[in-house]
């Protein structure tokens, strides 16, 4: 079977940078926490587990003196200064690109300006940025589309920022609407390098290889990122296999009957060496 893999698969600056800095603590440390998942994947997850990581659902649960990395989506201040008043040693490695959102929420905020967040409300980047929005609870909004974008009420001055992993035509469009719903709109295009990157390495993979005949997306289920690719390739008409680890390959072998070309995508924390384990596997059929 003929395999292509896509230009830019896999493991972002953010996510290798942050897994990297829990693989070395965990060199010299016991035992490591974080506070959520550090990645949405779930196969790296249990690697680190594996060799000491320790994973909280919020600071209660980590005990005085420990050692903790806030993982690549980014934690509220509020958290931050929760650890640090328990005599936790605090790593920060926040996704340079998600720190910036955060800081133009909080900068934003502090002049007054009505915050919408484009993204998904419940994931944990998004909380985070929320963290760092100075004021009450009334001066934000998270939208999700433009449909919600419609709803808001209308304000005197407007700051939108994305979620690093939204798609620039989606922020576009939210920010063509916002426009006549303030007497000032500043865009903040946070959006990382690396999502642009492999959203567009995915659609040219489907458009530049017109005989593939489908396209396996490898990455965790709660990956927002992911999932996006998985919108861009079916928009194309392409046909999309998502899976998460290599026994998922066994499972779904009729996907596979008459096929003689299939594409390879994977989301920004997806490592390379599961990206390598499935393709060697689809290799083989």
Not at 32 to 49: C, D, F, S
Not at 88 to 111: H, L, N, W
Request: net charge positive; glycine share 6%.
């Amino acid at each position: 079977m003929k395999i292509i893999k896509a230009g830019h698969a896999g493991f972002c600056f953010g996510v290798k940078r942050a897994v990297d800095a829990i693989s070395e603590a965990l060199k010299n440390n016991s035992e490591v926490w974080t506070i959520g998942l550090p990645i949405h994947n779930p196969q790296e997850v249990a690697r680190l587990k594996n060799i000491g990581l320790r994973v909280a659902k919020s600071a209660d649960e980590i005990p005085s003196g420990s050692k903790v990395l806030i993982r690549a989506h980014g934690e509220s201040l509020k958290v931050v200064e929760e650890l640090k008043s328990k005599n936790i040693q605090v790593t920060d490695m926040t996704c340079p690109f998600v720190k910036k959102a955060q800081d133009m929420a909080g900068e934003f905020s502090r002049k007054n300006y009505f915050i919408v967040l484009l993204g998904d409300k419940n994931h944990p980047e998004i909380k985070g940025i929320i963290g760092h929005i100075n004021g009450n609870n009334n001066n934000f909004e998270v939208v999700a589309n433009e449909v919600e974008a419609e709803n808001l009420a209308k304000k005197n001055k407007i700051a939108l920022i994305s979620q690093t992993t939204q798609r620039e035509t989606r922020l576009s469009e939210v920010a063509k609407i916002l426009v006549n719903k303030c007497n000032e709109l500043h865009v903040c295009n946070t959006i990382c390098k690396a999502t642009s990157e492999r959203q567009e390495s995915a659609r040219e993979l489907v458009r530049n290889n017109n005989d593939i005949d489908g396209v396996i997306l490898i990455g965790g289920r709660e990956s927002a990122n992911t999932g996006k690719l998985r919108d861009i390739i079916e928009s194309e008409g392409v046909k999309v296999l998502w899976i998460e680890d290599s026994d998922e390959v066994e499972k779904n072998l009729k996907w596979f009957v008459n096929k003689n070309s299939v594409g390879i995508a994977a989301g920004a924390s997806t490592p390379e060496w599961l990206i390598t384990e499935i393709t060697n596997k689809i290799a083989k059929i």
